[in-house]
């Protein structure tokens, strides 16, 4: 009997026990299942595959930035990775990886990283270098850790005839009701300018005009000062005679206000041989998310960025490689990090989406075809000086409507969809501007297309994501298909609101399939980009909580995952390129030995990526007319240098299944062909015989 009790206790012992555990069993079950099915050949085949890139501790950085270069290497720059204590001590990273080398000794290296490129810009430039500019000067601070009024002043300067002075940090200004504030950084004021009036012997001066950061000497209520923009006068102390005359500061309101991150002018270009930056002539502004877009004749239009003052600046410029300098552009206002596409025609495409500050209102943000050399054209002296616009700054910009949800295109992807013949761009995702706006979503599955060929361009909706999502990735693939990946629910993964999804966009029937879903949920400072051999690249993460109910705060997933698309576990051997050219002019032709010719039926010119903030305006795929012969294939470049910037290219050869090639890089170069006036071209054809080429269906 005494028997017979203890094992009644036992089994009722192990029953509690199989209870308590049974979801811990479940649950390992479960993974255990998953992890089965997504290794099995067949998911791989309709879904893809993601692994672990293994990374040395000592080479784990916060990626904010990340380029592919054309000696195959991923340029992963973290500058001060948002992280205020390095920023501090001036501890900036940059990291090289080489793909050719997994768990060889050089597959990681470190870079000397000069200043804080956090939240810099960047761009390919013609001859393959990098060019990096803008970042971090000033760290935000919150409202509730500002100790002392502050505010941007402009210091002038009325004297034409007297040397650039310099005022280093510290220098005291005086409001006319006795508050004493000090400038943050060191800056040099440079002389009036003298205009010709046009009656001899007669000019006018107009005083030279520079920002600064101001902050009150006393803390809190004592340094506020409430004031309309630019109508307080203040004295600079320290200065006698003419000087104090001449030079004075003008300003507004000294607030305890949150104090904006503020923009560097400094620019640097990396040159992957010597894996080395490069200083280059400074930008006339700072810039903090700033949009840096490649024209036709290798120069760089560089838009929008907060100022060195935490503003958003409309001062565009310009980047000449070939002297290494800088010169203004035309003043137009985008927000922060705008997705800023070169077009066929010469012009410049905003497609509504950005990836920071700027104001909510449709009005002051719309999507539309910018003219950029009609208003490069119209810079005039002005009563406002040299570098105005004439009074109506609308004419080069032509707004294009249809864009469904248009409140929610901040922190949302634009691709420029392939080929990129078609012209066309496809924006998905994208939350409210800011953290969140009353009555609005926290975000948008929402799709929408835009024909650039047509007349008149307008949005039409295209197919929902999986999810609703901020922040989603997008890379275009040599199969002329996207990936789109990752993303949250709401403002930088808040709430447990990353969502692991992965889907694959077809232009060709405008719809979505379900791809592998990754491992790690991604959000605010994510990238995504394409390697030489079809896969894709996955880093970045910036959580702003560890937690769902936001008790802990996030720290930065330095995770690399990579995935393998469907083309890559097909079975199928993938064509080889076995030699060919590095260099090819525009509208030349070039040959590539193959033994693989005859399985060809798609080539491929695609771009390197240079992205942030989810934002890649540098990808494009460029389709190719072939012809086979016997030794391989003889392939014909575009001669539109606005359609094919110069740079260099991954060359890919794709079979009937969608297989590609290992990329092969090609150097594009030539002399720009000038467009002809300023009317876009409209369409003549239908998008689908647009991503026809002229060989299909007949022998190459």
């Known amino acids: 009997m005494s028997r017979l009790r203890k094992n009644l206790v ?146 002038k300067n009325e004297n034409p005839d007297a040397r650039p002075r310099d005022f ?23 002389p009036a300018t003298k205009i ?24 809190g209520a004592a340094g506020l000062l409430t004031a309309q923009p630019g109508s307080v006068k203040y004295e600079i102390q320290g200065l006698r005679g003419r000087q104090k005359r001449d030079l004075y500061a003008m300003g507004g309101s000294m607030t305890l206000e949150k104090q904006d991150f503020q923009g560097i002018k400094d620019a640097y270009e990396f040159d992957p041989v010597t894996e080395r930056y490069t200083k280059v002539q400074d930008m006339a502004e700072g810039r903090w998310y700033p949009t840096m877009t490649q024209l036709p004749d290798g120069r760089v239009m560089t838009v929008s960025g907060l100022d060195t003052v935490g503003q958003i600046t409309r001062d565009n410029e310009i980047y000449d490689p070939g002297t290494k300098t800088w010169r203004p552009g035309p003043k137009r206002f985008f927000p922060t990090y705008p997705a800023l596409f070169l077009l066929e025609d010469d012009m410049l495409f905003f497609s509504g989406m950005s990836a920071g500050y700027g104001p909510g209102q449709l009005a002051l943000r719309p999507p539309g075809i910018w003219d950029y050399r009609r208003d490069t054209d119209r810079l005039v002296t002005t009563p406002g000086g040299v570098g105005g616009l004439a009074p109506d700054e609308t004419e080069a910009f032509t707004p294009v409507p249809g864009l469904p949800q248009p409140e929610l295109n901040e922190t949302g992807a634009s691709v420029l969809l392939p080929p990129a013949q078609d012209q066309r761009v496809m924006v998905m995702g994208g939350g409210p501007v800011g953290e969140r706006q009353p009555g609005l979503p926290d975000s948008t599955a929402r799709t929408a297309v835009v024909d650039l060929n047509e007349a008149s361009p307008r949005y039409v909706r295209g197919p929902d994501l999986s999810h609703p999502v901020r922040y989603p990735s997008a890379v275009l693939l040599p199969d002329d298909t996207v990936l789109s990946f990752n993303g949250s629910g709401d403002y930088r993964g808040r709430g447990a609101s990353d969502v692991l999804r992965a889907e694959v966009y077809r232009p060709a029937t405008n719809g979505f399939h379900e791809a592998a879903s990754p491992a790690v949920g991604r959000n605010y400072h994510a990238e995504g980009l394409l390697l030489p051999d079809g896969r894709v690249l996955s880093m970045g993460s910036d959580p702003l909580f560890a937690d769902a109910i936001g008790s802990l705060p996030g720290t930065f997933d330095q995770r690399i995952e990579i995935y393998t698309p469907t083309y890559l576990h097909n079975g199928e051997k993938a064509p080889v390129f076995t030699g060919g050219r590095e260099s090819v002019a525009l509208g030349r032709r070039a ?17 390197p990526s240079a992205v942030t903030h989810v934002t890649d305006v540098e990808q494009r795929s460029i389709r190719l007319d072939f012809i086979r012969v016997k030794s391989g294939i003889i392939v014909t470049i575009p001669s539109n240098p ?59």
Not at 117 to 122: S, Y
Not at 173 to 187: E, K
Not at 591 to 607: C, I, K
Request: hydrophobic share 40%; charged share 20%.
């Open 10 to 155: 036992g089994l009722t012992v192990v029953a509690a026990v199989l209870a308590v555990n049974l979801p811990a069993v479940a649950g390992f079950a479960t993974r255990q299942w998953h992890d089965y099915s997504i290794n099995r050949p067949d998911y791989k085949a309709t879904h893809g595959h993601w692994t672990f890139l293994d990374v040395p501790e000592k080479f784990k950085v916060n990626a904010i930035h990340a380029a592919l270069l054309h000696t195959g290497k991923v340029l992963i720059v973290a500058g001060s990775g948002n992280n205020a204590a390095n920023f501090d001590k001036g501890t900036f990273k940059t990291v090289l990886w080489d793909p050719s080398r997994p768990g060889r000794p050089g597959e990681f290296e470190l870079v000397d990283t000069p200043v804080d490129f956090f939240c810099a810009g960047h761009v390919m430039l013609p001859d393959g270098k990098l060019l990096i500019a803008g970042g971090t000067g000033r760290f935000e601070v919150l409202k509730s850790k500002v100790k002392r009024a502050a505010g941007a002043v402009v210091i």
């Open 168 to 190: 280093h940090p510290g220098t005291l200004l005086t409001a006319p009701g006795g508050q004493v504030y000090r400038i943050a950084d060191h800056v040099t004021v440079p």
């Open 196 to 219: 010709e009036t046009g009656v001899p012997g007669r000019v006018r001066i107009r005083p030279s005009e520079t920002k600064v950061f101001a902050e009150a000497v006393n803390e």
């Open 591 to 607: 040959g590539f030995p193959t033994p693989d010719a005859e399985r060809v039926r798609e080539v491929r010119l695609m771009r």
């Open 642 to 700: 606005a359609l094919v910037p110069p740079g260099w290219y991954m060359l890919f050869g794709v079979t009937e299944r969608g297989t590609p090639s290992q990329g092969r890089w090609v150097r594009v170069q030539g002399e720009p062909r000038r467009r002809q006036g300023t009317v876009r071209r409209p369409a003549t054809s239908s998008p689908q015989e647009r991503s026809r080429g002229p060989h299909d269906g007949g022998t190459r």
